[in-house]
T-cell receptor, first 110, second 113 residues
Framework: RKEVEQDPGPFNVPEGATVAFNCTYS??????FFWYRQDCRKEPKLLMS???SGNEDGRFTAQLNRASQYISLLIRDSKLSDSATYLC???????????FGQGTELSVKP | SAVISQKPSRDICQRGTSLTIQCQVD?????MFWYRQQPGQSLTLIAT?????????ESGFVIDKFPISRPNLTFSTLTVSNMSPEDSSIYLC??????????FGPGTRLTVL
């Protein structure tokens, strides 16, 4: 079993749709959590950190449930430019090691 | 955040040769990391590049195959030695400028023939 698991993709949605990505992690000692976005043939870029209290950045909302070891990302009013692979990332806190999920590909269509 | 550059951006190499990838950051950072992203896969940490000491390698990666240098707080190199086609990947460096968040360089796309 992978340490960080994500919904399999791809997700194909129309513009304006709301889409939710789920992620689970197996190491209960994990300390911090992130969503990264990776465009085709580009490096991953930090989308947002994820906190237990939940956090929102415009159309993006991230949630963390430590008890269930579950992380989510909600994208409202999808834009064509949201098309990318979304990576769920966990920091174990041991020397800064990041563990990446396999990524979920999102394709937003006109 | 930090501005990170990598050289080369891409290369095509013959098997049995070695390639050294450079990573330069625009500010001093304590922690630098090297990752590999194989085709269609997510990122896997190769090693943590420690300034002034040997790199710390993850399971499955060894210094003889992936020697790393970290001469100062803004620069690191990763060498892929004695390459085979299985080493064809994107190699990325990242930095953690004081928080647990990491920022990535643009990557080096390596093809081994």
């Amino acid at each position: 079993r992978k340490e960080v698991e994500q919904d399999p993709g791809p997700f194909n949605v129309p513009e304006g749709a709301t889409v939710a990505f789920n992620c689970t992690y197996s190491n209960s000692a994990s300390q911090s959590f992130f969503w990264y976005r990776q465009d085709c043939r580009k490096e991953p870029k930090l989308l947002m950190s994820v906190y237990s209290s939940g956090n929102e950045d415009g159309r993006f909302t991230a949630q963390l449930n430590r008890a269930s070891q579950y992380i989510s990302l909600l994208i409202r009013d999808s834009k064509l430019s949201d098309s990318a692979t979304y990576l769920c990332v966990v920091n174990r806190g041991q020397g800064g090691k990041l563990i990446f999920g396999q990524g979920t590909e999102l394709s937003v269509k006109p | 955040s930090a501005v990170i550059s990598q050289k080369p951006s891409r290369d095509i190499c013959q098997r049995g040769t070695s390639l050294t990838i450079q990573c330069q950051v625009d500010s001093q950072v304590t922690m630098m990391f090297w990752y590999r992203q194989q085709p269609g896969q997510s990122l896997t940490l190769i090693a943590t590049a420690n300034q002034g000491s040997e790199a710390t390698y993850e399971s499955g990666f060894v210094i003889d195959k992936f020697p790393i240098s970290r001469p100062n707080l803004t620069f690191s190199t990763l060498t892929v030695s004695n390459m085979s086609p299985e080493d064809s990947s994107i190699y990325l460096c990242s930095v953690a400028p004081g928080t647990d968040t990491q920022y990535f360089g643009p990557g080096t796309r390596l093809t081994v023939l």
